[in-house]
């Protein structure tokens, strides 16, 4: 199991320890480092930074957002970047929720999510490939342009860049049983969302064998720490703002995992209280028992312990987000 330094998005601004993490972590023997977006800072530009002051780590996106941007442009994105960093991008991709793509991107959640992210990857692997003008007679991303508004003027084309790697590995965020199924067809990884080292199994439904070469990489808080419930409260205030906030209370793919890990009721009352502007009690609702299923937080033997479940099932990369230097070590200490 490779371990990967998960950064996030930032927040009110840059958070002047990540390039020193990301740092730490490659010396440390990690395997990638990741950044995210939400509706704030982008995914990109700060892991091009990252890239520009790094030589080895791989470098990722968990996710980029389907809404963000075009296909094509995404794509761009993504065969610049491996360029400029010798080969070490991967494009982790996520479609996001009706609240945030009708209310920040300004465009229209799809009606088949399935379909829309289907022909994402498709025209983005079509980019990178590039045998030929990119073509598809989609519902979402048609390229040419037909629909009734256009000229009828465009033109299939093909990348003026030629792409490093054909197979720059596209990973999809995927949290609902046919979005998942669906990434183990089309995707060269998943990035799990509130992963669960016992119950896997039952709560994403996963065949018996996945594809070869497949990456299975979730997410997961790590702090070492000698109080358990402190070391918890940022994980409990994570699942608060994606149960309550992420999304609108009658459609939130996140509180519907949780709903499917067996905590339904729980969630609904997170939401209802993030609802009312009561976020501190959200917080506080967030059952530990949750939050310390899906983290590694504690002592370093504590952590020492659960780690060896998370190497049980098919895990293949661990992304980590760590607070502190000093918890990055101890994990890549305890994966040797």
């Known amino acids: 199991m490779r371990l990967g330094l998960a950064l ?17 972590a490659e010396r440390l023997g990690y395997h990638s480092v990741w950044t995210a977006e939400a509706w704030g800072s982008d995914a990109f530009t700060a892991l091009t930074w990252i890239a520009a002051h790094t030589e080895r780590v791989r470098l990722g996106t968990a996710v980029a957002q389907m809404a963000a941007r075009t296909p094509t442009a995404t794509a761009m994105h993504a065969l610049t970047l491996d360029h400029l960093s010798g080969g070490r991008m991967m494009l982790g991709l996520g479609l996001s929720g ?76 995927a949290e609902g049983p046919k979005n998942i199924a669906q990434t183990l067809q089309i995707a060269d990884g998943w990035l799990p969302l509130y992963w669960s080292p016992t119950r896997w199994a039952e709560v994403y439904a996963l065949p018996d064998r996945l594809p070869e070469s497949f990456t299975v990489a979730p997410m997961v808080r790590a702090q070492v720490c000698a109080d358990v419930a ?96 000093a918890t990055l070590r101890v994990l890549a200490e305890l994966n040797a």
């Open 230 to 325: 402190e070391g918890l409260l940022p994980v409990k205030a994570m699942l608060g703002f994606y149960i309550g906030g992420m999304g609108h209370t009658a459609r939130n793919f996140h509180a519907d995992l949780m709903g499917r890990m067996g905590y339904e009721a729980e969630a609904r009352h997170i939401q209802e209280l993030f609802a009312a502007g009561r976020r501190h009690e959200a917080v506080l609702a967030v059952p530990d028992a949750f939050a310390d299923e899906i983290s590694l937080v504690g002592p370093r033997e504590r952590i020492a312990e659960r780690l060896a479940a998370w190497r049980k099932g098919p895990v293949t990369d661990l992304l980590v987000t760590a607070p502190d230097p």
């Open 98 to 173: 009706p609240q945030v793509v009708e209310g920040w991107y300004g465009c229209p959640f799809p009606r088949s999510p399935l379909t829309a992210t289907r022909e994402y990857v498709d025209v983005i692997r079509q980019v990178l490939r590039r045998e030929g003008p990119v073509r598809l007679d989609g519902r979402y991303h048609s390229h040419p342009y037909a629909g009734a508004d256009g000229t009828g003027l465009g033109k299939p084309l093909k990348p003026i860049t030629h792409p490093l790697r054909a197979g720059l590995p596209v990973l999809l965020g």
């Open 8 to 24: 996030g998005y930032w927040g009110r601004g840059p958070s002047a320890a990540h390039l020193d993490l990301a740092r730490e």
